[in-house]
């Protein structure tokens, strides 16, 4: 399952995480099962003593929680359940001993954003932009802001 949303690839010593999941019913949601993916590809990167960096890539074009079925209402009352894994992840990145960069492309947009400002760092492509679209719900960016 990992391999179908994470595909991991390690260049010289630096471990690349492609978020390559597209579930065709959901679109790019941001799921548990994404966020699970995601910190089990960290933990074997972090755990290889041959990787010194991590870059995740495939953040463009924004993920979703409308597609995962989260509506604004769940927002404000009990974490959901992607809510609760996606801060597990954002704790994984932010105790990580080696940098995590988030290389960025394209347009980006709510919870890619939340992943992005995760990570340690970020470089981002020309012609990459950013949307907070959840400002206009009076929504901040969560993860890791």
Known sequence: MV????????????????????????????????????????????????????????????????????????????????SRQFAMLADVIEAAQKPVIAALQGPLRNEAIDLALCAHGRVAQAGASITFSNLHLGLIPGGGA
């Open 3 to 82: 391999e179908d949303l994470i595909a991991y690839g390690q260049d010289g010593d630096i471990a690349v995480l492609d978020i390559a999941g597209r579930d065709q019913s959901r679109g790019r949601a941001l799921t548990v099962a994404l966020c699970s993916a995601l910190e089990a590809a960290l933990h074997t990167a972090l755990q290889d003593e041959q990787v010194h960096a991590v870059v995740i890539m495939g953040i463009s074009h924004g993920f979703d929680l409308s597609t995962a079925g989260v509506q604004v209402a769940d927002l404000s009352s009990t974490p959901s359940p992607v």
